[in-house]
């Protein structure tokens, strides 16, 4: 019995064994898609540089007009100042004015009081009003008031 010999490796392989593709050209190489990439990229970066160029604007403008020299009673007295616009909350229930009022006062308070310890009266006074309106009491959130206003007027 013989035995087949095995394939010539020199010899081509049988053309059934690979599929013949068609040529279709050399890869496509449309300059549109390029452009299309490289657009938003350079907008991107120029907004950016626009952003950066107005915040470090408004930061020249804030150290220039000397915001640090600022009256350290202001903050207190604005705080005073909304608490005597605010309407009594026991004939008036707390809209969303009187309540932005009150929000405003108690920050204001809180930040004169790191200046001046005078208006931790105020500030506690506020904060528990605003936590009485909070719980829909406004019988207690108008004493506080009454109480707060009461200190504006000493200091």
Known sequence: MSRPEPPSPFEP??????????????PSTDLAEPRRIRLPLITGVAGLAAGALVVGMLWL???????????????????????HQLPPLTEHPADGTSTARLQAA???????????????????HLATARQALQHADPTTAEAELTAARRVCDQL
């Not at 920050?107 to 506690?124: F, M, S």
């Open 13 to 26: 392989p049988p053309p059934t064994a690979f599929p013949v593709l068609p040529l279709t050209g050399p």
């Open 61 to 83: 403008g804030t150290a220039l007009t000397g915001a640090t020299d600022r009256d350290t009673g202001a903050d207190g007295h604005m705080a005073c100042d909304l608490l």
């Open 106 to 124: 108690a920050t204001l308070a809180a930040v004169a009081t790191q200046d001046n310890p005078g208006y931790q009266p105020i500030t506690t």
